[in-house]
């Protein structure tokens, strides 16, 4: 609905007018008081629909630029959040006069639940974008390895993954909140997994000074997610994608991390050495495309530990599990689709339906996947019950 500019104003406009309508038949001769509540209400929100509709249509600039991608997807957002429930009062109070056209006049009854239902949906989404999109959750998982290296007992990973920066792009300060409290939980290892932008290097912007306050005592990894590959620029030619590709790279190394493209880094703990294999994700579902695991893993010898960082967890069981000598397999990409159920005895989501393992800890005859649920938020400013994650994993011995 976005991409068709003129068709979104003739939606805008004519739920603006017959909302109007509603209000006004359902309150006015009722109660002024709650007439002009509702009508303020309802201007302040068309006021931010259609000033996020103007920028949007009247923008000129290219599709990556970040403050263009927050105000698409904020419009989305308020399609969702208000003009869908608009939509539903309009369908309930007009079932109800068709219902009574013989006689005149309306159901009150169906239009109070329209009314009803409405601002349930309209507080639900309220909610989880003012709160549960930022409501960081700390996910701990022990692991305990067979043989672990003595060096290697009570080691810290840091897990964080699918930041999408353009949806921080007026939220720098929460970021860098997060960032912080990073710190605070001491990592030996702080690694990402990708998806730090939507479509194009230029939602990078500046968001690497924010990125280099996380560190961790013997460093920090990552690798890119199919995001970062430019897949869902509009306009990209073959080779803007491959400059997309090395200024990513370039960025995520300035945030201070180590970019492991189908590549290993052996990291020395005490007398013990890490594995440490990255492998690239490209592509869209379900046209995923995996690394080089194979590649990822020519000349290693003598390490005392193997963590591998893939951004889609599917990976896991097609390659992977029971096929690979990998202790642990870290990975994002699903966000837990940002809707879910999420408490100590349920956790569900809708993903599901595309990722078997979306989230928390799996385990193959001693083989470990952690998928993490994300930071940031796409395509919708929502988490509904499905928070943000920081995974802490801790490994100890069997």
């Known amino acids: 609905m976005t991409e068709n500019p003129m068709a979104l104003f003739i939606v805008l406009a004519i739920t603006e007018i017959l909302t109007l309508a509603v209000i006004r038949q359902y309150l006015y001769e009722r109660s002024w008081l709650s007439y002009y509540f509702a009508i303020t209400i309802h201007a302040v929100l068309s006021i931010w629909i259609w000033t996020l509709w103007f920028q949007t249509v009247s923008f000129r600039g290219m599709p990556d630029d970040p403050a263009h991608v927050w105000s698409v997807m ?3 957002g308020m399609l969702l959040a208000v003009v869908i429930p608009r939509i539903l009062i309009i369908i309930f109070h007009y079932s109800g006069r068709l219902a009574r056209r013989s006689s005149g006049g309306f ?3 169906l239009t109070t639940a329209g009314f009803a239902v409405s601002s349930i949906i309209l507080f639900v989404f309220a909610v989880s974008a003012l709160i549960g999109r930022f409501n960081v959750r700390i996910e701990n998982h022990s692991i305990p390895i ?20 353009p949806c921080f792009y007026h939220h720098h300060g929460k970021l860098e909140e997060i960032m912080l409290s990073i710190n605070e939980l001491e990592p030996d290892l702080l690694v990402n997994t990708g998806d730090f932008i939507n479509a194009g290097w230029r939602e990078f912007d500046r968001f690497d000074t924010i990125l280099s306050k996380a560190f961790a005592r013997y460093g920090q990894y990552a690798v890119m997610g199919n995001h970062d590959f430019g897949t869902y620029h509009p306009t990209y030619t073959e080779a803007e994608r491959e400059n997309n590709v090395l200024l990513i790279n370039r960025f995520i190394a300035a945030s201070g991390y180590k970019v492991l493209n189908d590549e290993f880094e052996m990291v020395k703990i ?6 440490l294999l990255g492998v690239t994700t490209k592509g869209s579902f379900p046209d995923i495309e995996h690394g080089n695991l194979e590649k990822a893993s020519q000349r290693i010898y003598g390490e005392d530990l193997k963590i591998l960082l893939a951004h889609d967890p599917n990976q896991w069981d097609r390659e992977i599990a029971g096929k690979t000598d990998i202790d642990l397999t870290l990975s994002g990409h699903t966000h837990g689709m940002q809707v879910g159920i999420m408490t100590k005895r349920i956790k569900w989501s809708p993903a599901k339906y595309f990722y078997p ?26 988490r509904i ?14």
Not at 146 to 165: A, N, T, Y
Not at 270 to 275: D, I, K, L, P
Request: no cysteine; proline share 7%.
């Open 270 to 275: 005490g007398n013990a050495s890490v594995a």
């Open 107 to 109: 159901s009150r009854k």
């Open 385 to 398: 019950w499905m928070p943000p994650e920081i995974t802490v994993i801790t490994l100890m011995p069997e």
């Open 146 to 165: 067979k043989g672990l290296h003595p060096d290697l007992e009570g080691l810290r990973i840091v897990h964080i993954s699918d930041l999408h920066l």
């Open 74 to 76: 904020n419009l989305r």
């Open 357 to 382: 393992r979306w989230g928390g800890m799996h385990e193959a005859d001693g083989q470990f996947l952690v998928i993490n649920r994300g930071l940031g938020v796409l395509g919708m400013p929502f």
